[in-house]
C-alpha cells in the first residue's frame, strides 16, 4: 500500500518559516520524482518546487529564493524548507510522488497559513 504522509504546516507569521516532511512508503522512492504542490482557496493547484532521483531541483518563480526542496533516500522522506513566508504562500501544500508515468502518487496535503 503506498501512502505519502506530509506534516509540518502550520500558522506562521510572515516573514517566519516552516519546514514541511513528506514520508514515503510502499514505493520505490530513491527513483522517484518528488514534487511540492500548494493550492490555494479558489486557485489551480500549482507547483512549487521538484527534486529529481538524481537530485536535481527546480522552483516557481514565485519561491526561489526562499524555499529549498531536499530529500533523504535513507529515510524515504522529502522536505520543502520554507523561509521567508508571505500571506500569498498561505494553501495546502501536497506532496506528489512520479515513480514512472504509470505510477503517480499524491499525499493527503498539510495546510500552511501565512498571517499576522
Known amino acids: 500500500q503506498v501512502q505519502l504522509v506530509e506534516s509540518g504546516g502550520g500558522l506562521v507569521q510572515p516573514g517566519g518559516s516552516l519546514r514541511l516532511s513528506c514520508v514515503a512508503s510502499?514505493?520505490?522512492?530513491?527513483?522517484?520524482?518528488m514534487d511540492w504542490y500548494r493550492q490555494a482557496p479558489g486557485k489551480e493547484r500549482e507547483l512549487v518546487a521538484r527534486?529529481?532521483?538524481?537530485?536535481?531541483?527546480n522552483y516557481a518563480d514565485s519561491v526561489k529564493g526562499r524555499f529549498t526542496i531536499s530529500r533523504n533516500n535513507a529515510k524515504n522522506t522529502m522536505y520543502l524548507q520554507m523561509n521567508g513566508l508571505k500571506p500569498e504562500d498561505t494553501a495546502a501544500y501536497y506532496c506528489?510522488?512520479?515513480?514512472?508515468?504509470?505510477?503517480?502518487?499524491w499525499g493527503q496535503g498539510t495546510q500552511v497559513t501565512v498571517s499576522s
Open positions: 506528489y510522488c512520479k515513480v514512472s508515468a504509470f505510477q503517480t502518487y
Open positions: 527534486i529529481t532521483s538524481s537530485g536535481s531541483t
Open positions: 510502499g514505493i520505490s522512492f530513491s527513483i522517484s520524482t
